[in-house]
């Protein structure tokens, strides 16, 4: 079982920066994908980011490139989403998922994904 820790979430300026952090619980974290994921009220969960268990293959949903950039500390179970030049429509809730390495194939669909987190609210103002 894998328990995961969004953190970092808040209220922001649009053009403003966040960092988000998941720890997680797993003593093999390091051969877990992760992934970020949100949802917006009355919209489904999209994928965001996501990272190979060594981290050298990162992904982006094309609303993100350029903006938000994806990190993992293995030593100490913790994935990171620094967003910046944050925009309106970036304000969801965001979750953090770990999904079994060699069940990834797009590493962006939600059934890829077998551990969520609770979330973490991001709120941009304008």
């Known amino acids: 079982q894998v328990q995961l820790t969004e953190s970092g979430g808040g209220l922001v300026p649009a053009g403003g920066s966040l960092r988000l952090s998941c720890a997680a619980s797993?003593?093999?974290?390091?051969?877990?994908?992760m992934g970020w994921f949100r949802q917006a009220p009355g919209k489904e969960r999209d994928f965001v980011a996501a990272?190979?268990?060594?981290?050298?293959?990162?992904f982006y949903a094309d609303s993100v490139k350029g903006r938000f950039t994806i990190s993992r500390d293995n030593a100490e179970n913790t994935v990171y989403l620094q967003m910046n030049s944050l925009k309106l429509e970036d304000t969801a809730v965001y979750y953090c998922?770990?999904?079994?390495?060699?069940?990834?194939?797009?590493?962006?669909?939600?059934?890829?994904?077998?551990?969520w987190g609770q979330g973490t609210q991001v709120t941009v103002s304008s």
């Open positions: 990272i190979s268990w060594n981290g050298r293959s990162t």
């Open positions: 797993a003593p093999t974290f390091s051969s877990y994908a």
């Open positions: 998922a770990a999904g079994r390495t060699p069940t990834m194939v797009t590493f962006t669909r939600r059934y890829e994904y077998s551990y």
